[in-house]
């Protein structure tokens, strides 16, 4: 709970998620990332006088979806409001969105955060719809607004002020973002904004029972981002209350480059959204059949995953907590466990090699999945079977990997193609045997007199003479058996 | 030969071309004539050109004729048409043309109509007498130093002028009704959803509907019968099969249930209006309908109920006129940018109803106004789920007075809001109603009866009209000019 | 007497600048309108529920579909400044 000796710190995240539709919530322009400024607009999504939203019947099974996932009760009945504020980004004048009947209350996530699990509460989950981006102009008093983003669904995913520090803060995003992604509900990729964070931090003496002031945090553009400003901002506090301070109920803004935040210009006049239903779209009832058909799409939970990774596969914490975190990774986990029976093996190629293989070519790639690398689970295994027959060596498996990767092959074929085979021929690894014993008197003689580790030595010798394409263990063997001492 | 069509109803137009004894093209020329001949004194336009007519004719040459091919019909200047102006009577509007049309547009253009001209109206139609257009008031072709009525006054007048055969307005709180009532033509407000709302630019989106401006009956039926419709564009719009309304012209109201609410007989409506509506009562009575009297008792707070929920989404839905997409922009940095052009963009009734919209929204606020109000149109909706139990339509004056003077209530909002205190409650509870001529003052000033029904009940509103009709001759008279 | 509305702190919410001439009539004028609609207060709503719709339709939806978007240039018709496919604005600072 203790961030710092004196004080314990509060933390709420508000986080926005843009939801994976083809189309936007209430027209049918295009959802896509990245188009050219204003050209996927359309008179509704642009508010033009006269036009009219109609909701996006599939962002409704989205969100409930994400409601039950974080095990929200689903209002019975859901509508939308409005919010009115004046900002170049918001066309009409308003942000459609939901305000005392939002679809989904009263959650928890478990997450797990220093090895133990621990429940935030979920405050609310409510549907809205995202705003425009402005570009500003170096050197000129001007914006520039694009208005492509205008009408993306967003579920605003509200939490309780339950989380006791920047690392639970972290912890929380990523179990968060684990879900989303088994959802399928959002690509929650923060560089491009579809998952946005803003964070409520508050300082209070130990034991003191009412809150202290708190802050918001916005502008953070990565999970690490996030944790980094929560860390100045109990610091900033901290220094604040040491000194006798007071804590100013502000918004700060986050500048990752800096390593710092500041305070927004205070606003001229005080928020006063002035909700009220909104009258252009009618009210929605949610009925138990609709909610009954969202809950049998969803699919076992990471949280749910990753106990049963460690019951069912043994696997250790680390390894089941890194392949549960995303879920293509876990699928193809399981569907090498399936073939293979040894799934501790299976997880420390994927942890390792298969992931590192993975973040070097596709890191920069939106939506890759490990099945993007190419390495089909029953190659995965053939190479590990070839392992435990001793056709091949582990060094010469992560060299094959690659090459599955780029050539596709089977690791069959790329072993056959490049003689990577290992020397199992007892006549011909015989005669390098000879060799190396002859032109190392010295060692073999140590050998003799009983002296280990020269073994190593030569049997190093000899691996280095087949290029490691002999088996370790047969080299011993023979090895002992040739110098007399078997 | 003196080209005289523009004295004809879009049916007996609509006929003569089918016969082929009339081109569409003498059709629009001699109502836009007729313009030229008078609207310098009426106004009832904001925008009108020929070459617009020109492309109009071009688009349903050679095509099907449809029920209203060559029927020239003046649009409220509130409902887009691509690349046209389309200003609201606004200055804050000024240069806008939308870049799409209106379901109800393509709906008329379907049908082969010629949209002959933008009718004027009160700005953003707040307002009951057409004064507060930014390009001017429209005078009443009855009586130029009078109002038309409004907030459709320019689409009212233009019908009554014979600038147009049939036209569109939009009705929030009787800002069709009104001004037919004044103007002497038929005008109605169909059931909220049964006419599309996309493309008409919102005033308050929970009470406005489009509908039909006509000299009779007939007309009126045959233009809902083209605007009507189911549009998935429009959450709010019923999907529900359209009849076709013709066929509630019957002259026969034998065994109608009338019923007329004691509420709306009081204080402060003109005598001449009472014995008028009275008389009509009585016809009607002799026609064979069984009159009655009924109570609505939450009619005295109609208005205040409306000045609530209208100005509150109002305040909403004119936020996104900033300057920031399109119509006028004030210089300066953002804020002022913003507070300049709304400033300089919108007249003084507009910036009221804004104020007061932003007021009874505003926090610690709306618990006792807008919510307050809300719970009140339950109420009022239930006395007329009642009163529907016992009768088949409701029948009233349509406005307290004929058309007062042009400048008499500019300075007094509360005088003004209060002549649409019989039309506001067919708004806040999304009944259909029509207002039909009924006689008139002894200035020769048109005075209108309204008919309510229950919803979707247009029909009743039709059958009604259309028999008093056939048995008066009120709506034959035309203003001289 | 104390006025009911506060005109230019509302003003000021609506973005509308109003001149003191301005405030001082709409402060009259709004206040008797406020007097009137006030009567309301003597109805009693204790059990009614309140009615956004006039109608009561629900569950109003269309698909997921993906529909073409207006041409750039009917987009930027009626922009009072532009850049390249962008409306131009005033200078936005962070947080105003
Ligand atoms: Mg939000
Ligand atoms: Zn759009």
């Known amino acids: ?191 491009e904004g579809s998952l946005r964070c803003d964070a409520n931090i508050s300082l209070r003496p130990k034991g003191q029972r009412e809150l202290g002031v708190r802050t918001e945090l916005k502008n953070m553009n990565t999970f690490k981002g996030v944790k980094n400003a929560l860390e100045y901002e109990i610091e900033r506090q901290e220094e604040i209350l040491e000194d006798g301070g007071r804590i100013v109920q502000e918004t700060r803004l986050w500048n990752d480059a800096a390593g710092k935040s500041s305070s927004m210009r205070s606003k001229e006049e005080a928020f006063d959204y002035r909700y009220f239903p909104e009258p252009d779209l009618v009210p929605f009832t949610v009925d138990k059949k609709l909610v009954g058909s969202v809950r ?191 | 030969m003196p080209n005289d069509l523009y004295k004809l109803t879009a049916y007996e137009i609509r006929e003569l071309i089918k016969k082929r004894d009339v081109s569409p093209e003498e059709a629009a020329s001699s109502f836009s004539d007729r313009i030229g001949r008078i609207d310098d004194k009426v106004n009832a336009f904001i925008s009108y050109d020929k070459e617009n007519i020109k492309e109009e004719l071009k688009r349903i040459k050679g095509k099907e004729a449809g029920a209203l091919y060559g029927v020239p019909v003046a649009v409220k200047d509130n409902i887009c048409v691509e690349g046209r102006l389309t200003t609201c009577g606004s200055k804050i509007l000024e240069g806008f043309k939308p870049p799409y049309n209106a379901t109800v547009i393509e709906n008329l253009r379907r049908e082969g109509a010629i949209v002959i001209g933008r009718a004027n109206m009160d700005e953003f139609a707040f ?189 909403s839905n004119l936020a996104r006129f900033d300057g920031v997409q399109y119509g006028l922009r004030a210089k300066g940095p953002l804020l002022d940018m913003y507070k300049d052009t709304r400033a300089a963009g919108f007249g003084d009734e507009a910036k009221r109803r804004i104020i007061l919209g932003t007021y009874v929204l505003s926090s610690g606020y709306y618990d006792a106004y807008y919510l307050k109000a809300l719970k009140v149109r339950t109420k009022m909706r239930e006395d007329f789920e009642k009163a529907f139990e016992s009768f088949d339509c409701i029948v009233t004056p349509t406005s307290p007075t004929p058309a007062f003077k042009i400048g008499e209530r500019v300075d007094d909002p509360l005088s003004m809001y209060l002549s649409d205190i019989f039309t506001i409650p067919a708004n806040l509870t999304g009944i259909p109603g029509v207002s039909i001529p009924c006689g008139f003052a002894e200035t020769d000033l048109p005075i209108g009866l309204q008919i309510l029904a229950r919803p979707f009940n247009e029909e009743m509103l039709i059958r009604v009209g259309y028999t008093f009709q056939e048995n008066s001759a009120f709506h034959k008279k035309r203003p001289r000019l | 007497m104390k006025k009911k509305i506060d005109v230019e702190y509302i003003a000021n919410l609506a973005r509308i600048r109003l001149n003191g001439k301005d405030i001082k009539s709409f402060s009259g004028q709004l206040d008797d309108v406020i007097s009137y609609i006030e009567k309301l207060n003597s109805v009693d709503t204790k059990d009614t529920p309140p009615t956004t719709h006039p109608l009561p339709i629900t569950n109003i939806f269309r698909e997921d579909e993906v529909r073409e978007s207006l041409s750039v240039e009917k987009v930027l018709a009626n922009a009072p400044e532009k850049r390249d496919t962008s409306f131009k604005v005033p200078k936005v600072v962070e947080g105003e």
Not at chain 1, 138 to 164: H, M
């Open chain 1, 296 to 486: 049998e799409t969803i699919p076992e939970l990471p949280r749910k995953r990753y106990e049963r990774f460690l019951s069912d596969y043994k696997l250790p914490v680390l390894a089941a907590s890194t392949i549960v975190q995303d879920k293509d990774t876990a699928d193809y986990f399981e569907e090498c466990a399936t073939l293979y029976k040894k799934p501790h093996i299976i997880a420390n190629w994927i942890t390792g090699d298969i992931l590192s293989e993975f973040n070097k070519r596709f890191s920069s790639e939106r939506n890759a999945t490990i099945m993007d690398l190419g390495i089909k689970p029953e190659d995965l295994v053939e190479m590990l079977r070839l392992i435990d027959k001793g056709e091949i060596s582990g060094k010469i498996a992560k060299a094959i990997l690659p090459e599955m990767i780029e050539t596709k092959q089977s690791p069959d074929e790329i072993v056959k193609a490049k003689g990577m085979f290992q020397i199992k021929d007892k006549d011909e690894l015989a005669k390098i045997l000879d060799g190396v014993i002859s032109s190392n008197a010295k060692p073999v003689e140590d050998y003799k007199n009983g002296k280990e580790a020269a073994l190593a030595f030569l049997v190093g010798q000899v691996m280095k003479a087949t290029k490691g394409k002999a088996s370790p263990k047969i080299v011993n063997e023979m090895l002992k058996e040739r110098m007399g001492r078997p």
């Open chain 2, 127 to 315: 307002g009951s007498s057409c004064e507060t257009s930014c390009y001017g008031p429209t005078r009443n072709p009855w009586d130029l130093e009078r109002i038309p009525g409004g907030s459709s006054g320019g689409a009212a007048a233009s019908v009554a002028a014979g600038e147009a055969a049939i036209s569109l307005g939009s009705d929030t709180g009787g800002s069709i009704r009104q001004p037919a009532a004044l103007c002497g033509v038929v005008g109605m407000k169909p059931t909220y959803g049964r006419v599309s709302r996309y493309g008409l630019i919102a005033f308050a989106s929970s009470l406005d509907q489009i509908g039909p401006f006509a000299r009779d009956m007939r007309d009126c039926a045959l233009l809902l019968n083209v605007i009507s419709s189911y549009d998935p564009k429009d959450s709010t719009s019923v999907d529900r099969k359209v009849p076709d309304y013709t066929n509630a012209l019957v002259n026969d109201i034998k065994g109608v249930r009338i019923g007329i609410p004691k509420e709306y007989f009081i204080e402060g409506i003109d005598a001449q209006v009472k014995d008028s509506v009275s008389s009509a009562i009585k016809l009607l009575e002799k026609l064979g309908a069984k009159v009655d009297e009924v109570s609505l008792p939450h009619t005295d707070h109609a208005v205040s109920t409306y000045y609530i929920i209208g100005p509150a989404e109002a305040s």
């Open chain 1, 1 to 191: 709970m203790t961030t710092t000796a004196k004080y314990e710190t509060t933390i709420g995240l508000e986080v926005h998620v843009q939801l994976s539709t083809q189309s936007k919530i209430f027209c049918g322009c295009s959802t896509k990332f990245g188009a050219t400024a204003n050209t996927q607009t359309c008179p509704v999504c642009m508010g033009l006088p006269g036009a009219l939203p109609v909701f996006n019947r599939k962002v409704l099974s989205y969100a409930i979806k994400v409601g039950l996932a974080v095990n929200c009760s689903i209002a019975g009945m859901m509508k939308f409001d409005r919010k009115n504020y004046f900002y170049p980004d918001l066309p009409k004048g308003f942000q459609i969105s939901q305000y005392d009947l939002p679809l989904a209350a009263n959650g928890e996530l478990v997450i797990l955060t220093g090895g133990v699990q621990k429940k935030i509460r979920i405050t609310r989950v409510h549907l809205e719809e995202d705003a425009g981006k402005l570009i500003h102009v170096e050197g000129e008093d001007s914006s520039l607004v694009d208005f492509n983003r205008c009408g993306t669904p967003l579920l605003e995913i509200v939490s309780e002020p339950d989380i006791d520090s920047p690392q639970e803060a972290y912890d929380y995003l990523t179990e968060l973002k684990a879900i989303l992604k088994y959802l399928g509900v959002s690509d929650c990729n923060m560089e």
